[in-house]
Structure formats: C-alpha cells, structure tokens
Nanobody, 124 residues
Framework: QVQLVESGGGLVQAGGSLRLSCVAS????????VGWFRQAPGKEREFLAT????????NLSDSVKGRFTISRDNAKNTVYLQMNSLKPEDTAVYYC?????????????????WGQGTQVTVSS
C-alpha cells in the first residue's frame, strides 16, 4: 500500500506559478504510476497529468498542456506538478493518485490510492 500527501497549494495571482508535491510513504513507490487530478466547486474531478513508474512516460490533458509539467524523484518518493501561467479557472482542489503498474492511467477508477488534496486559488 501507499499513502499520499499533497502540498504546495496556495493563493497566487493570474499568470503566476506553483509547484505541487505529492509525497508517498512506502518503499515500493517507484513501482507506481501517479496521476494528478483537480476538482473545482460544482464540477467533476478532472484528469490533468500522469507519469509512469520510471518517469519515462507522461501524458497531460489538453487543458493544461504547455502550462503544466509532471515529474518525479523516486529517491524522494515524490511526484511534482509544475504549474505555470495560472488562470482563475485553474482554481480547484488538486489531488494526486497512485496505482501499481507499468502503464500510465488517466481515469479516476484506475487509481486505488488518493491523497487528501491541496487547495489552489488563482486570483484575477
């Protein structure tokens, strides 16, 4: 099993940047694919990005491609979501999720492990 804790959220002005971190417990974190999702008030949870266990394969949704990047440091049991050129519509609670496997996953039901989320608020 793995437990996930997100951090790095906060209040930022439009056009600014934030880097979210997802720190995992467990010695086998390097065997897990990780994804980032977000949920804005009144909306469904939205897929943002995913990264393979090795970091060699990534996929980002069209809504954030070119602004967000995902990376990982398995030595630190951490996956990052770098968010640049933030917009007010990026305001949401951001979640990381993990799933054991060699692939990458973009659907909620493909992940068994979730963090509690971190709030990101972008002011105009």
């Amino acid at each position: 099993q793995v437990q996930l804790v997100e951090s790095g959220g906060g209040l930022v002005q439009a056009g600014g940047s934030l880097r979210l971190s997802c720190v995992a417990s467990g010695r086998t974190f390097s065997s897990y694919a990780v994804g980032w999702f977000r949920q804005a008030p009144g909306k469904e949870r939205e897929f943002l990005a995913t990264i393979s266990w090795s970091g060699g394969v990534t996929n980002l949704s069209d809504s954030v491609k070119g602004r967000f990047t995902i990376s990982r440091d398995n030595a630190k049991n951490t996956v990052y979501l770098q968010m640049n050129s933030l917009k007010p519509e990026d305001t949401a609670v951001y979640y990381c999720a993990a799933e054991l496997g060699a692939s990458i996953y973009s659907l909620e039901h493909q992940y068994n492990y979730w963090g509690q989320g971190t709030q990101v608020t972008v002011s105009s």
